[in-house]
């Protein structure tokens, strides 16, 4: 069974950092594109990021290009997202989704980032 | 950037149907992808590349897509159906979704 599990989330304080994981498992990590999605309360689904399997293929959403930096470690099954220069913008549930054969085919259960001094 | 423009909402009684649009200039030519979402939870692939229905999805969903509109159709609207729908399409660096449509079934 696929398995997507978040963590890292929390209470930042404005221009402050995290750091996101997101533990995989039931299926071959590095054979697959990863992204991140967010959505702050009550809001829409916002794409944030994109890892291709090897993690040679990056991008990023505008809103969070130069400050978010998405990373992986395929020995560990694990995908990662660095966020830096934190605003009130950037509160919201982050998703870790997997890209399969039908698209964003697998989303973890978000983990809450809430940035307030 | 590329936007897509859905509805705020759509309103279709019980058992009818329910057409969600999703509206981007020549989306005709994109692969669209949609998701349902139902409060609180994480939100699950209905149909992928335009008409493709994953497995587990009722074949009352169905997609189409033309010219600068792709639709969601779900006939025969349950309750369970009440959600809300969005649309998504990659744009080349990005992957780019609608604003949402919330479903009401009455």
């Known amino acids: 069974e696929v398995q997507l599990v978040e963590s890292g989330g929390g209470l930042a304080q404005p221009g402050g950092s995290l750091r996101l994981s997101c533990a995989a498992s039931?299926?071959?990590?590095?054979?697959?594109?990863m992204d991140w999605v967010r959505q702050a309360p009550g809001k829409g689904l916002e794409w944030v990021s994109y890892?291709?399997?090897?993690?040679?293929?990056?991008y990023y959403a505008d809103s969070v290009k130069g400050r978010f930096t998405i990373s992986r470690d395929n020995a560990k099954n694990s995908l990662y997202l660095q966020l830096n220069s934190l605003g009130a913008e950037d509160s919201a549930t982050y998703y870790c989704?997997?890209?399969?054969?039908?698209?964003?085919?697998?989303w973890g259960r978000g983990t809450l980032v809430t940035v307030s001094s | 950037s590329y936007d897509l423009t859905q509805p705020l909402s759509v309103s279709v009684a019980l058992g009818q149907t329910a057409r969600i649009t999703c509206g981007g200039n020549?989306?005709?030519?994109?692969?669209v992808h949609w998701y349902q979402q139902g409060p609180g939870q994480a939100p699950v692939v209905v149909i992928h590349?335009?008409?493709q229905r994953p497995s587990g999805i009722p074949e009352r969903f169905s997609g189409s897509n033309s010219g600068n509109t792709a639709t969601l159709t779900i006939r025969g609207v349950q309750v369970g159906d009440e959600a809300k729908y969005y649309c998504?399409?990659?744009?080349?660096?990005?992957?780019?979704f609608g604003g949402g449509t919330h479903l009401t079934v009455l």
């Open positions: 890892i291709s399997g090897s993690g040679s293929t990056i």
């Open positions: 998504q399409v990659w744009d080349g660096s990005s992957w780019v």
């Open positions: 989704v997997r890209e399969g054969p039908t698209l964003f085919d697998h």
């Open positions: 590349r335009d008409t």
């Open positions: 039931g299926f071959t990590f590095n054979s697959f594109e």
């Open positions: 020549n989306i005709g030519g994109k692969n």
